[in-house]
């Protein structure tokens, strides 16, 4: 019985959203890590934070890099997760002039 509620528990942690294909995560997911960054290896370099993925019914932190842009004066938009009425959405990070 106790394991049937377990995975009752863990399924009810997601919904997918047929007409989006989204992901919706109804935990919150927990705060970001503070990190430490390694020296910028150039001026050019962007650090990009970390960020946690949701995976396995289970947030996982992905550390921050140090990046170039793909292209003069582009700068990052960071991961992130957007709170809506049934849950969380995580939304891509990307590269932005």
Known sequence: MFKRMIGLVFAG?????????????????????????????????????????????????TPGTWQLPPRPHARWIAHRWTHRKDGWVFVEGHWRN
Do not use: M, Q, T
Not at 26 to 53: K, M, N, Q, T
């Open 13 to 61: 942690a997601l919904v997918f959203s047929a007409l989006g294909g989204e992901l919706v995560v109804r935990i919150a997911p927990p705060r970001a890590v503070i990190e430490h960054r390694d020296l910028r290896p150039s001026h050019d370099h962007v650090w990009i934070p970390g960020y946690h993925r949701y995976e396995n019914n289970a947030y996982v932190w």
